[in-house]
């Protein structure tokens, strides 16, 4: 609209607060491409491929494994989300990004307890539990 009332890149840059450089590549697309091909967009702008229910509905499903105290990872989130959206993705920041926006973070077992005692102290003890018992 800003464009056809005679307005330049700058104008409409200042006015949207969006970089000029962005504010001229969606024109020049709109000129392309016409309104029909941004109506047509299922869920909106940044290529989303789930609505937000949707997202909430894919994640509870992991929340539930998780609760259950079932390891949940990466792999098997990125294949699940590739096979529901039909994509197949080479980078998994899509997924990450949307279990961010969901509050989940990255959680990995540890190899050991971080208070573990060590071998010396462990055999001592195993010594001195086997000196009281005979």
């Given at each position: 609209?800003?464009?056809?009332?005679?307005?330049?890149d700058t104008e409409i840059a200042y006015?949207?607060?969006?970089?000029?450089k962005w504010v001229s590549r969606l024109c020049a697309e709109f000129k392309s491409v016409g309104l029909l091909q941004y109506t047509k967009r299922k869920y909106g702008g940044n290529n989303t491929n789930m609505s937000r229910e949707e997202e909430v509905a894919f994640?509870?499903?992991?929340?539930?494994?998780?609760e259950l105290g079932e390891l949940v990872t990466m792999a098997a989130i990125a294949a699940a989300y590739d096979e529901k959206t039909g994509k197949s993705r080479e980078s998994k920041?899509?997924?990450?990004?949307?279990?961010?926006?969901?509050?989940w973070r990255k959680l990995k077992p540890r190899r050991q307890h971080p208070?573990?005692?060590s071998e010396a102290e462990m055999d001592a003890s195993k010594k001195l539990t086997?000196?009281?018992?005979?």
């Open positions: 609209m800003l464009r056809y009332e005679s307005k330049t006015d949207t607060k969006y970089n000029r994640v509870e499903s992991f929340n539930k494994q998780a920041s899509t997924v990450y990004k949307l279990l961010h926006r969901h509050k208070k573990k005692a086997n000196a009281t018992t005979n």
